[in-house]
């Protein structure tokens, strides 16, 4: 029984990341951004701070505000933002502890996860995973790069866990564009908070 929970969710998981995966392309051009529109142009200095917080009030993350909320990212998503100059993407997915298996911790949880991803991209790495507190929670955070539709696209996920529930606030945009501006987008995840 325990491994039928634990298999129907891990499908359900595939299924959800890799609608997730294969919509990337839709929203955006084939061409990476031009290093003159990336955060570290001129443009990103007159960019404001701004909260951005789930329709339930739960959690918020801290973005600029040439984000905007996009709710067409995914139908189960907390909060879901699209930058459109930066053209990229973050998502926000909550899943209960108890439909899992109850020994299911995080790195299983992560590893459910980054399996799900690579399944919909070609020639996928997955990076080191590297352990984190962000605003109290237990974390891990790892990268995953990869191939969709001939155009190289790399996922920053954050996953988080409290008493009752696992976190993923995923990120992702052209492969070259989060490597030239990883410490922009590490603000913007670490920036993550629950309010219980």
């Not at 984000?67 to 990229?88: A, C, F, G, M, R």
Request: aromatic share 10%.
């Amino acid at each position: 029984m325990t491994m039928n929970k634990s298999d129907k969710w891990k499908k359900l998981m595939v299924m959800s990341l890799l609608a997730m995966v294969m919509s990337f392309p839709v929203g955006c051009s084939k061409e990476p951004v031009p290093d003159d529109v990336l955060p570290e142009s001129e443009s990103a200095e007159t960019e404001t701070q701004k909260d951005f917080k789930s329709d339930s009030g739960k959690m918020s993350i801290t973005a600029t505000d040439l984000w905007t909320v996009d709710e067409s990212l995914h139908d189960e998503s907390e909060l879901s933002l699209y930058n459109e100059e930066y053209q990229s993407y973050l998502m926000i997915l909550t899943d209960e502890k108890k439909v899992f298996p109850g020994d299911t911790d995080l790195d299983e949880y992560g590893d459910l996860v980054s399996e799900s991803t690579m399944e919909g991209l070609d020639e996928g790495k997955l990076s080191e995973v590297k352990t984190l507190q962000v605003n109290g929670l237990e974390g891990r955070t790892f990268q995953i790069t990869g191939l969709v539709d001939g155009t190289s696209v790399t996922y920053k996920f954050m996953v988080l866990e409290d008493e009752t529930e696992f976190y993923q606030v995923i990120m992702w945009s052209f492969s070259e564009n989060i490597e030239n501006n990883t410490e922009y987008y590490e603000k913007i995840l670490n920036s993550y908070k629950v309010f219980k």
